[in-house]
């Protein structure tokens, strides 16, 4: 389902990390990363902190996950010493890590690398969680990474990343899915050199 304009105040008003002059994340929410490369778009964003060196970023994954990050594959976006790994042993506290996390305000970015979408009830916890830590210091960012298609309620946005590498070209396909105040769009994402970030052009915009 489309999501409608809200407002037209214009991104720019919104306190918030630029990854790329269309794409703003408003500090002190909660945003959803889905897709095959979802971990990708995660890194890409921490990449953005360190560069500012704005404080380590706080990583949630589940401890039962054989799949871990590979320090090797984060050297291409952000220096792996820069975070900080938290892996829980019961589903239950993930979510409850996340939002501790969040209302510490001790780190700006908390990524929590969820097993599925949760539902609206601890999202709006995180809502209030990120605000709150905001008032301790700087607001931080959470960012849900869900599998699959995602649906996670409650959001400020939700991106979705899959890759298109050709040969020994790094690309990726992006789309803002959701928004509270933008429409959807896409783009076409590349790396041309190590913790340079991505580079995007816009492409068509997903049919409504």
């Known amino acids: ?70 320090p090797d594959g984060m050297m291409e976006f952000a220096d792996p010493a820069r975070f900080l790994f938290v892996q829980p042993r019961r589903a239950e506290d993930l979510l409850w890590c996340t939002e501790e996390a969040l209302r510490s305000g001790a780190v700006p970015l908390v990524v929590a690398d969820l097993p599925g979408a949760p539902a609206l009830t601890p999202v709006r916890r995180m809502h209030l969680a990120a605000e709150q830590g905001g008032q301790m210091g700087h607001a931080p960012i959470g960012l849900l990474l869900t599998p699959g298609e995602g649906g996670a309620q409650g959001t400020e946005s939700r991106w ?21 105040t933008l429409p959807p769009a896409r783009w076409l994402a590349c790396q041309t050199r190590p913790r340079t970030g991505l580079h995007l052009s816009r492409t068509e915009v997903p049919d409504t």
Do not use: Y
């Open 1 to 70: 389902m489309p999501t409608h304009l809200l407002s037209r105040k214009p991104s720019r008003d919104v306190p918030g990390l630029d990854l790329h002059p269309d794409i703003r994340l408003a500090t002190g929410r909660v945003h959803e990363a889905c897709g095959s490369a979802r971990r990708s778009f995660a890194l890409w964003l921490a990449g953005r902190f360190c560069e500012r060196k704005a404080g380590p970023v706080l990583w949630i994954s589940p401890a039962w996950e054989a799949g871990q990050l590979n």
């Open 160 to 180: 979705h990343m899959t890759p298109a590498h050709d040969g020994q070209a790094r690309r990726w396909r992006l789309e803002r899915r959701r928004a509270r």
